[in-house]
């Protein structure tokens, strides 16, 4: 809990030093924020193409990210092999691996991200911490 709460400081530190920087995150006094909504999902056009979604087994799972591991991308010749190992339809698994890839890309992005955000903090504290030091050393001369 050490460093959440040095993240906590830093950031009650820089809102100090840049309170226009934060400002855009919190609604303003009178702004209302409209709530997004889902896309509701008509019943009826389901039912009656006869296509039901089936949850993949943890087996299958399993052999899906197994294969994922591997190489993110299909090649039509894999795609059919896996299917057919599998028991599933060619699409069913290009459209998981396209699903995955996007998870994949979302959790790398947030990753870095992250990185990226330490590393501004860190030096957006440093900058601070040497303007407090400047005035001290041109009084010292």
């Known amino acids: 809990m050490t460093t959440q709460t040095q993240v906590d400081d830093q950031m009650i530190l820089l809102s100090q030093y840049y309170p226009g920087i934060y400002d855009q995150l919190i609604p303003q006094q009178g702004e209302v924020v409209k709530p997004r909504r889902r896309r509701k999902k008509n019943k009826t056009d389901a039912n009656s193409s006869g296509f039901r979604k089936r949850k993949l087994s943890d087996e299958q799972?399993?052999?899906?990210?197994?294969?994922?591991?591997?190489?993110h991308k299909l090649e039509s010749?894999?795609?059919?092999?896996?299917?057919?190992e599998l028991g599933l339809d060619p699409r069913q698994v290009a459209v998981w691996f396209q699903n995955r890839r996007?998870?994949?890309?979302?959790k790398k992005m947030e990753?870095?991200?992250?990185?990226?955000?330490?590393?501004?903090?860190s030096t957006v504290l440093e900058k601070c911490r040497l303007e407090t030091e400047v005035p001290f050393f041109l009084l010292s001369k």
């Open 77 to 84: 010749e894999r795609k059919d092999r896996i299917a057919a």
């Open 111 to 121: 990753e870095e991200y992250s990185k990226l955000k330490t590393e501004h903090d």
């Open 61 to 71: 799972v399993s052999m899906l990210e197994q294969n994922f591991g591997d190489e």
């Open 102 to 106: 996007a998870r994949w890309k979302s």
